[in-house]
């Protein structure tokens, strides 16, 4: 069992930026990926980041490339997501997902076992 907590949203106004946390706990040893995904109202859950826990390979969907950052802090079993230039688009309850061995398709989100509560972010209107 994985355990994961968002925190860090919030609010911006134009050209604003916000920096969200995932802090994971209990098997964080089995976790291969982490990544970021996000949902609008009446949308389908959308792929943002993912980092490879054990590498340096990062991944980006096209919309963030350039604005967002995914990182990990490895003694604090947390991941982050710097959002630099946030737009309206960005609006979304944003959610940390956690995988625990290697699938063909990282922006998939049937391919994440764990996920956490989410947490709100409202962009620029």
């Known amino acids: 069992q994985v355990q994961l907590v968002e925190s860090g949203g919030g609010s911006v106004q134009a050209g604003g930026s916000l920096r969200l946390s995932c802090a994971a706990s209990?098997?964080?040893?089995?976790?291969?990926?982490m990544a970021w995904f996000r949902q609008a109202p009446g949308k389908e859950r959308e792929f943002v980041s993912a980092?490879?826990?054990?590498?340096?390979?990062?991944y980006y969907a096209d919309s963030v490339k350039g604005r967002f950052t995914i990182s990990r802090d490895s003694a604090k079993n947390t991941v982050y997501l710097q959002m630099d230039n946030l737009k309206p688009e960005g609006t979304a309850v944003y959610y940390c997902?956690?995988?625990?061995?290697?699938?063909?398709?990282?922006?998939?989100?049937?391919?994440?076992?764990?996920w956490g509560q989410g947490t709100q972010v409202t962009g620029p209107s």
């Open positions: 997902a956690a995988q625990t061995r290697p699938r063909s398709v990282v922006g998939c989100a049937r391919n994440y076992d764990y």
């Open positions: 209990g098997r964080t040893f089995s976790v291969y990926a």
């Open positions: 980092k490879i826990v054990g590498g340096y390979s990062t």
